[in-house]
Nanobody
Framework: QVQLVESGGGLVQAGGSLRLSCAAS????????KGWFRQAPGKEREFVAS????????DYAGFVKDRFTISIDNAKNTVYLQMNSLKPEDTAVYSC??????????????WGQGTQVTVSS
């Protein structure tokens, strides 16, 4: 069965950094757009960042403000999210996703189970 598995979450102080990884198994997502969403307790899931299959286009949510960087390694079938200058409001479960449109995150069809990111003040 196709799986997207996240790792790299944890507890960090405000101003710190974390690097999340999402590895795919069961098939190759070479031609899919890849991205990250997050959901805090009691809140709706929200878009964080996405990247086209070629890596030529990246899109970010406004709250990122140059703090996060998304990247891909198609040879490893893995997408990353480098998060710097973390704030307490970044605390959430972060999930990766894949979208067959290939360029932007519109209607993702595959999801990971999520990894917890907690930022203390």
């Amino acid at each position: 069965q196709v799986q997207l598995v996240e790792s790299g979450g944890g507890l960090v102080q405000a101003g710190g950094s974390l690097r999340l990884s999402c590895a795919a198994s069961g098939r190759t997502f070479r031609n899919y757009a890849k991205g990250w969403f997050r959901q805090a307790p009691g809140k709706e899931r929200e878009f964080v960042a996405s990247i086209s299959w070629s890596g030529d286009r990246r899109d970010y949510a406004g709250f990122v403000k140059d703090r996060f960087t998304i990247s891909i390694d198609n040879a490893k079938n893995t997408v990353y999210l480098q998060m710097n200058s973390l704030k307490p409001e970044d605390t959430a479960v972060y999930s990766c996703a894949a979208d067959p449109s290939g360029v932007v995150m519109t209607t993702p069809t595959y999801w990971g189970q999520g990894t917890q990111v907690t930022v203390s003040s």
